[in-house]
């Protein structure tokens, strides 16, 4: 088990790789309406990415995966190709996770969106699922341990009687994509490995309105839920500091 630490040097590439992938998700925020394709959403953040921020787009071809971004929609868990024939529809719900390659750094967020006006019960089950990610960074600190992490998200998800995804964790970033550790969203207290000053990893729960269950589709990359019910996503970056935690992928909305 090898967890890098970061130098403050690294952080600060790391802040600016997280800024820039937050900036993305600002930038495309207005373009979420009834109409418009998913595939169309990509190529406004590709272009975004490539030519004005001058970041590299992680997710193309990365072990294959076709596009520049994820895009999630409804039943869609995480890693949805985003398609010129996918056209949102009012009532509709979509994650879109963005992670740019700045000078070498990665930074990885994503945020759920509605589409023209949504149900109740779904704005319910993404303002559950963004509060699942704020308890979990809430408790990030040195010496608190990954199963107190995963602990208070499954209790919050489980308490609201909806069911937390097993089959796809958070992860360690840094200069690679996806590192160790892995960062469960459910779990024990005081299980886990430690927290240190340093550590820079995500937090990125998918929480389904039923069973947990996942399918993956033969595209080999999207993954749904087996009921076919709904199923959100909000993930951040974040390095463990001194005496708590810093979001290196923080929009401007956000408070901690
Ligand atoms: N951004 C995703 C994550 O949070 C990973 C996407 S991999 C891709 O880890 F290939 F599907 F893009
Ligand atoms: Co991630
Ligand atoms: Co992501």
């Known amino acids: 088990m090898k967890v890098s630490i970061k130098t403050p040097e690294q952080i600060e590439k790391m802040r600016v790789a997280g800024r820039l992938a937050a900036d993305v998700l600002e930038m495309i925020a207005p373009y979420v309406e009834p109409g418009i394709s998913t595939g169309e959403l990509d190529r406004i953040c590709h272009d975004y990415m490539v030519n004005v921020q001058k970041v590299v787009p992680a997710p193309l071809n990365y072990k294959g995966f076709p596009k520049s971004i994820c895009t999630s929609v409804n039943q869609v868990v995480c890693h949805g190709i985003p398609s010129e024939k996918k056209i949102l529809k009012s009532g509709d719900i979509v ?3 963005i992670t740019v390659i700045a000078d070498g750094w990665y930074g990885d967020t994503s945020k759920m969106f509605c589409v023209g006006k949504v ?3 779904a704005e319910r089950l993404i303002q559950v699922t963004q509060e699942c990610l704020y308890k979990g960074i809430e408790m990030v600190k040195p010496g608190c341990r990954l199963g107190d992490i995963g602990h208070v998200i499954q209790q919050h998800a489980e308490s609201n009687y909806y069911s937390v995804v097993r089959e796809y964790c958070g992860h360690g970033i840094g200069d690679v994509f996806h590192e160790e550790p892995q960062v469960l969203h459910y779990g024990k207290p005081n299980t886990g ?3 240190k000053e340093g550590m820079t990893f995500t937090i990125e729960p998918m929480i389904n309105a039923g069973k947990a269950g ?5 595209d080999g990359w999207t993954v749904e839920t087996r009921d076919k019910r709904l199923s959100a996503q909000w993930e951040h970056t974040l390095v463990v500091t001194a005496d708590g935690v810093e979001v290196l992928t923080r929009r401007p909305d956000e408070t901690f």
Do not use: I, Q
């Open 214 to 218: 996942t399918k993956l589709l033969k």
């Open 95 to 97: 994650n879109l996770d």
């Open 193 to 195: 490995m430690e927290l």
């Open 119 to 121: 149900a109740p019960h």
